[in-house]
Structures are given as structure tokens and as C-alpha cells.
């Protein structure tokens, strides 16, 4: 996160929201399963969040890799 504050610009502020929503769905994730060990309809919600969270962090990753001037 402070990476992506201090670089700035639009893929950092996806990036950003990715994992702000990663954290979020997975600390609500765990709350649940406090409450409620045998209810899992909301794992596939939290995968999805994840997998978006991931995609982001990939096209950063790629972006920055492409600055650099390395091979992808």
C-alpha cells in the first residue's frame, strides 16, 4: 500500500483498491467462520476477491517489470 501511495498514479489506485478489498472480504471471511464454522456460501465471494486482488497485482507487477526495461 505505501508503495503504491507513494508512486501514484491510475494502476496504483487499482492496485490499491484490489488489496483494500482483499482485506476486507478476508477479515470478513474469518469473522464468519468464527460465527458460523459450517456456513461457507460466502468462500466463493472471497475467492473472487482474491483472484481480482492477484490480477491486479500481476498487471502492476508486469507494468513495472516493462519499465524497467526487463523481459516479461
Known amino acids: 500500500m505505501s508503495s503504491c501511495i507513494h508512486k501514484g498514479g491510475q494502476?496504483?489506485?487499482q492496485v490499491m483498491r484490489a488489496?483494500?478489498?482483499c482485506?476486507?472480504?478476508?477479515r470478513m471471511?474469518?469473522?464468519?467462520?468464527m460465527r458460523r464454522p459450517h456456513g461457507r456460501g460466502h468462500v466463493?465471494?472471497?475467492a473472487?476477491?482474491?483472484d481480482i486482488c492477484a490480477a491486479a497485482c500481476r498487471h502492476c507487477a508486469?507494468?513495472?517489470r516493462a519499465m524497467a526495461g526487463a523481459t516479461m
Open 62 to 64: 508486469e507494468t513495472r
Open 23 to 26: 482485506t476486507e472480504m478476508t
Open 44 to 46: 466463493p465471494m472471497c
Open 29 to 33: 471471511h474469518v469473522d464468519m467462520m
Open 11 to 13: 494502476d496504483q489506485m
Open 48 to 50: 473472487k476477491t482474491c
Open 19 to 21: 488489496l483494500m478489498d
